[in-house]
């Protein structure tokens, strides 16, 4: 018997044309220095390239850079845009900070303090910056070691007490500062905080305007209720929570609570008027409605 040492062609061992390989094989001889094998059995010529033609955005504009004369009045919009940084020590002032940023960027802030929900070992502050600052603004290099910094981020919707600032404040200061108002009205105001602690700078301006200030929806716990003497040194308080804090954990956000601002040099005596609920409170004034005496202008 005649035996035959002829090697088999690729075709009669693998039952695949040359031509045709499956993408286990291409794959395998494609690996190492195989390049060349595989380009003499498929062909240089019949590899296509596939590429999708990219699509340009119509919406990509450029910035100039002229330089114009000061007395020109066609000129770039001045957009500012909120910054926030924290990790702030305690003893910085708002002065400190604006000072250090005016002497590094010579931009003019006025930093704004954060008052948050709980109290910790550092302070936050908030700033207007230009938009086209921004990249100095967010330099690591610009701030003290430690100080966090980023573009401020507004995690709540937009509220009546932001409304209350844009549209109702200038009506609000033509009713309390009118100057001929009678000389025995007594300026009375009533808010809707939402949260004392996110409007106590809110409620100061308000204080500027107002004898007595009557504020719901304080959010207070039991201990924070001195808080509301923080507003005026010229205002005295009386305040109520409706936070049950007798089991020690609180489960959900805080709620309820009122408070009596009013101003202490108006009114010859105050008295608390004793009441059962925690959502009311009510206080007895006593004022000089004849005589010499009157509110002050």
């Known amino acids: 018997m005649q035996t035959n040492h002829t090697p088999l062609s690729y075709k009669e061992a693998t039952g695949v044309s040359s031509n045709n390989l499956v993408i286990e094989q291409v794959c395998n001889k494609g690996a190492g220095d195989n390049h060349d094998y595989l380009d003499d059995e498929l062909g240089k010529d019949d590899w296509t390239l596939v590429r999708n033609k990219r699509v340009k955005c119509k919406f990509i504009g450029l910035k100039s850079k002229a330089d114009m004369h000061g007395d020109c009045k066609f000129k770039a919009a001045n957009i500012k845009i909120p910054f926030y940084i924290y990790n702030v020590d305690n003893s910085c002032e708002t002065d400190d900070i604006m000072n250090y940023i005016k002497c590094k960027t010579n931009t003019d802030v006025r930093p704004e303090k954060v008052n948050m929900k709980f ?4 302070g936050a502050y908030k700033f207007m910056i230009p938009k086209d600052k921004l990249h100095v603004f967010m330099d690591e290099n610009l701030w003290p070691t430690g100080v966090s910094f980023r573009r401020f981020i507004s995690f709540n919707k937009p509220s009546n007490l932001n409304e209350c600032k844009s549209s109702n404040l200038s ?3 033509k009713m309390v500062n009118n100057d001929a108002r009678d000389n025995t009205t007594i300026k009375l ?3 809707n905080c939402k949260s004392f602690k996110r409007s106590a700078d809110f409620v100061k301006s ?3 305007r107002a004898d007595i200030i009557e504020l719901q929806e304080t959010w207070l716990l039991p201990h924070e209720i001195p808080d509301l003497g923080q507003v005026n040194k010229d205002f005295c308080f009386f305040g109520k929570s409706a936070v049950d804090t007798s089991k020690g ?4 956000r805080p709620y309820g609570g009122v408070g009596l601002l009013w101003r202490n040099n108006v009114f010859d005596s105050v008295s608390v008027v004793p009441c059962m609920s925690e959502r009311i409170i009510a206080i007895k004034i ?9 509110l002050p202008k």
Do not use: D
Not at 119 to 122: A, D, I, Q
Not at 286 to 294: D, E, H, M, R
């Open 171 to 173: 009506l609000l200061k």
């Open 119 to 122: 109290k910790k070992g550092y």
């Open 189 to 191: 105001i009533s808010f």
């Open 249 to 252: 954990i609180l489960r959900g």
């Open 286 to 294: 006593v004022y000089p409605f004849t005589g010499k005496k009157c």
């Open 206 to 208: 308000l204080s500027e």
